[in-house]
């Protein structure tokens, strides 16, 4: 039984308990809002042995602070304000940062209020094993609470209360140690309040509060010289004094935060992402509703430091500036090259730089075509900086010393393996031992005289293109969580590890309670070679009455993955497992995805299974939902599953299970088809390893398909049809889907002008059904993969698919466009995708299995969990891609040093042309899923509007003429960038005519 | 701004400083009204409301007069100001009726309407300032409202709200709450611990529920000490008053509410 007590409030502390306020809704009414605060003596301090405070956990911070300080050798505390965990927060994670820190909750709470990302970094700090953090919660306790005075600003009051925390610290913990008699007073360890503001450590010290700004600080710490590094470049303003000396500002201002809003609201500025040009650096695009086509900002200073992912507020220029956006391939390594990183802001150098800038952007606006015309702008205001920490090089040419023995300090340039990013110019001790290394770099600044954003150094990834600093900077490029399980994770396992099993059947254990009995039926699993989590197997039979009963059967994961423990919270976190080449990063810890919710045949398994009636036609008679155990009979490859339907000998029940399988889905297949799916195409291919061992590609090659992947495909597709309708059902409000908005026909638009002029053909985008139908008769006789190209171009002018929860939209665009499908949800793998789990959650509810855990009901919860999960399943693909792209760069390499042995030659391949610049020519390369540049340094003549290129001869003589969707040939080459240590591929035409020296 | 705000933080506490099972400052005041045979005044935290009872009396109506027993009449009154959007509510707003119905059904059982046929009882609830858990304040200043009038009981109806969020249960929740947690009002009648309300906007997890009744049940008699307490001091008042302070000890309870 809990004590329930009446919490009484003293009526002289009604003026700073009580807060009348008046807020604006999202809407713009005006809603006055009351608020209370209840004030105590029972918030505790923290600090271990401590005699007033009554304690309940263990993880307190040391009686004595730590001595590791050499201004106080009595033992201290750090007491860090706002800004310091907004701007320094990885010196704060740094493992060599091991003070012990007291955190505010008015320090928390504002971090909470300007940081989501930094707050949950925080947050993640507050629990690391190696760092000792106590929140004290100020604002509740009644000698800290602090109101907000008359004519004071929110964030002096803050200050004002992280100061009274600080003063109320230091005399805690002289009052609970006081002197002994006889005994010589007690040493007592120091609050440090840590700041960078200075005028908070004026009146901190005019207080007689200890405080001290962070370099300070640092420098007074034992291991300081790689601490110091840590610092970000926002609490040193040295660096700009020789661009404020010189010249005026390269950027200009960005307007107030009251002028954006109110410019917004009137219409006359537009909020969007900013999206960097991969292909030009010096260009950049900002989606906006006002506008169908993007908003283009040509140049620096239109862009006016905005970096890829920044929410940023632009004025549209009038429509007579109206652009095409370049066509043009402007790539910084080469315009910047002679940028200097120490003394960049030189007149000599800047006036080279600019120059070299403008003749990029040259004025080949007359020849910018005025149908593509777009709406251009310029950047006036952040709303959101997205910055996190970047996987860098560092460039070699921008270091004044090499000497690997020098410590002294240099301002270099990091930059940024994402072609999307600027290069961030940041100072570190250690650059010469950074050279050829894989870096973390974030940014910290990025002022008005200052060509590049300024950063620090985070921590060394290893030797680039070492496998171990590639992987683990892909991870760190997307944001994949990939540390181990921790231990109150792995607790949340069933206890028997691997020796669990399914226990005998009885009905009052509860792992079979309201579970069928399905181990009697045809069971198998079919996937890819080596599949180690089997999520899915099926089974199929006839019944007496002519019709057909299937069965999808999905690991069982909800039964052990249960809500809102440590594991729940991970899985949720880390959203989905992810596939690189060589690594898999598990969303559940090994045990359940490759054991227990593995369904592994001749084993017994827990599932949740879908089971349908299906008419010989393959429509649904009936379906229905229940937890069961199986025991699969096989686990199938899909080539080996194909063998057996083919060969009409093998007669078994098994076979005649999948082969009746193959037959429905068919059915089925052929019935999505006529109902307007879309038979979409993505690049993939397959990366050979030599062995597990070493991991070495030795070939790319595409993936085959074969009927069997398309068999499990339709089922599992009909299963989540299934399961969506069933959620959607019994949870209204909810329910955990997946939709696909229909793209916006302008994003056809230019795919539809290239084929028309091109090939004649037409697109018609009016319905999924008639793109369908139109991408079937794009079709070249002579050419078969022209198919599959225009289905890969029509894939990239898509939107992307979504979870959304289903209270959260309106019920007509619950659609999945790509599948035609009216509802859609993800049910099948649970084991590695988190919102399958909340699928099977809401299925096992609506089954009356077990209740709906209560986060499951609140929509705000499950908007948050998809919200994460979508994000997270974005940076999951794109982490796949780019280690493909590694390897296959890998490989290539393995190839061209062959072909050099054997003096075979150049290592040459089919390609496409799907993009014309002025200056060459993008092309696809479809046996090696990838894509390349072909870049001309002669004179070209291109026409814009036909998409055509005519390049001359290398004798000069008369040339050839190429086009979109040609088929050339390139010479693919890996070469090393002398600076960057990035390798990268070059391509070159060698047919029709040969670019070398071109 | 509000989806940042912390609804139970690591800590332990609430936005409000209060821990889980923590009820907010409680005053009751039974000081008369003109004109009311019975009056009370009650806040929960910020949220305020007055109740006036009239009667019982003749009833005015014929169509409202029942033969055997006292019709019970609820008039719910939400000031303007009270709410943070300054919405205007007629008598005649759906939600208001709703209101006013929850709480006559909910005293119907507790009233011993028997003792005065064709008679009526009127209910007037002022809801002056609103930070959650209105309800609960109607219910508890209603009882105290009856009690003053004379108006036997057969028991004090308290109640509190409660809600859950994520697996954490909590009591008496503020505005900010209860538009964040699945949360449900239940009134108690202390002393044979019987259930005469329960109110839920909101879906709540079983298991969560029978947790949160039987909290709430625990919540409820903490409730009606402090009531009971205040009804004392009243009648103590009156007595001295009166000049005729003999019998104090169960006077006030036994006075006004029957034994069950
Ligand atoms: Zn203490």
Redesign the pocket.
Known sequence: MVEITIRKRQREDAVITQRKFFKKTARGKVIKVIRERYLRDDV????EG????SHTTDTLLPRNGSPDHKSFPNGHYVLPDTNVFLAQMDLMESSLFTSPIILLQTVLEEVRHRSLPLYNRLKALVNMDDKRTWIFYNEFRSETAVVREEGETPNDRNDRGIRKGTAWYNS??SL?RPTIRGQPPPTLPTVVLLTDDVANRQKAEKEGIPSLSVRKYVEGMPNNSQLLDLLSAESDTIEPTVAAGGRGPLYPEYLSSGTLTAGIKAGELHQGHFNANTFNYLEGSVAVPAFTKKVLLVGRENMNRAVDGDIVVVEVFPEKDWKAPADEVVDQEVTLRNDDAEDSEEEADNDEVIAEERKALRSEEAARRAAERQPTGRVVGIIKRNWRAYVCHIDSSSLTSSNTTSISQQTVFATPVSRLLPRIRMRTRQAPTLIGQKILVTIDKWDVHSRYPEGHFVRALGKAESKEAEQESLLLEFDVPYRPFGKAILDCLPPEGDQWVVPPKSELGPAWRDREDLRHLNICSIDPPNCQDIDDALHATRLPNGNIEAGVHIADVSHFVLPDNPMDSEAASRGTTVYLVDKRIDMLPALLGTNLCSLRPFVERLAFSVIWELSPEAEIVNVRFTKSVIASKFAFEYTEAQRRIDDAKQTDDLTESIRLLNTMAKKLRAGRMAAGALNLASPEVKIHLDSSESSDPIDVEQKALVETNSLVEEFMLLANISVAQKIQDAFPQTAVLRRHLPPPPTNFEKLQDILKKRRGLSLDVSSSGALAASLDKCLDPGEPAFNTLVRIMATRCMLSAEYFCSGSVSKDTFGHYGLASPIYTHFTSPIRRYADVLAHRQLAAAIAHVPLHASLHSKAHVERVLGGVNRRHRMAQMAGRASVEFYVGLALQGRVARAAQTHAGRVTQEAFVIRTFRNGLNVFVSKLGIEGLVMFKRETQFDADDYTLTIPSADGGAGATIAVFDKVVVSIDVEKDRNTQRGKVKMALVSPVDSVGL | MSSRIEILNDGGFRSDGRRQYELREMTFDMAEQAGADGSASVAHGLTQVRVSVFGPREAKMRSQTIHDRANINVEVGIAPFSTGDRRKRSKGDKRILEFASTIKSTFEPVIQTALYPRSQIDIFVHVLQQDGGVLQACINATTLALANAGVPLLDFVCAVTGGVHAAAPMLDLTTLEENDLPHVTVAVMPRTGRVTLVSMETRLHVDRFEEILRLAGQAGGVIHKEMRAVVRERTKGLVDAMGAGVRTSDFAEDAMVADS
């Open positions: 505790v301090c923290g600090i401590c005699r007033e405070c805690h913990i609970t």
